[in-house]
């Protein structure tokens, strides 16, 4: 099992470009969740899933769309990449009543 | 609401010394208490948890005993070897929660 699995692992994009980070999961767990991390800033939640077709907003959400057609995906994209997002970003599942969150190794953006 | 506040880093130690890092929480309820570790270059990685006040938690020489009267998951270690240098975070889940609620994290480093 691969566990969870994120890529790009490194993506440089310029002001105002798109993109999807891909996180994919072979759990079979009905959560899953983004987060951004940033120095002195610790991870902070960015979305989140309880399962397929139903996605809320964490604590910084503004610039990113998610959505979840499977249980074994959720991608996260930036429609229009600002300098303020340039952060590693970690995908993480888990299942319904579990409290232990898997993550996956990371995505490293820089957005110049 | 709910939120982690653990000890600043960077933290640096010698081999074998003893080791501390503070976490202290707010949080209504009971929630769940967690404390993660990040290897240079890798995704987070559960050390260890507890789940109700009284309870220690231990993995790899490492422990943590979930306070309720001073609202505390102090991490320690009585002996730290280099291969334990990382940064460690402090985490919290309530019982309504889907995701964490992470302190901002304390670099360790070990020296020979």
């Known amino acids: 099992n691969a566990g969870v699995t994120q890529t790009p692992k490194f993506q440089v994009l310029k002001t105002g470009q798109s993109m999807t980070l891909q996180c994919a999961q072979d759990?079979?767990?009905?959560?899953m969740s983004w987060y951004r991390q940033d120095p002195g800033m610790g991870l902070r939640l960015i979305h989140y899933s309880v399962g397929a077709g139903i996605t809320d907003q964490g604590e910084v959400p503004n610039g990113y769309n998610v959505s979840r057609s499977t249980t074994e995906d959720f991608p996260l994209r930036l429609l229009s990449a600002a300098p303020s997002q340039t952060s590693v970003y970690f995908c993480a599942t888990h299942p319904p009543g579990g409290e232990t969150q898997y993550f996956g190794p990371g995505t490293r953006l820089l957005v110049l | 609401g709910d939120s982690v506040t653990q000890m600043e880093g960077p933290v640096t130690l010698s081999e074998e010394a003893f080791l501390t890092i503070n976490c202290t929480y707010t949080?209504?309820?009971?929630?769940?208490l967690f404390w993660y570790v990040q290897y240079p270059g890798e995704g987070l990685q559960l050390l260890l948890k507890?789940?109700?006040?009284?309870d220690k938690g231990s993995n790899k020489g490492f422990e943590a005993t979930y306070r309720k009267e001073t609202t505390s998951f102090h991490l320690e270690k009585g002996s730290v070897q280099v291969s334990d240098s990382a940064v460690y975070f402090c985490?919290?889940?309530?019982?309504?929660?889907?995701?964490?609620?992470f302190g901002k994290g304390t670099s360790l480093l070990v020296t020979p």
């Open positions: 949080a209504t309820g009971y929630p769940s």
């Open positions: 507890a789940t109700k006040a009284d």
């Open positions: 759990m079979n767990h009905e959560y």
């Open positions: 985490a919290l889940k309530g019982k309504s929660g889907y995701a964490l609620n």
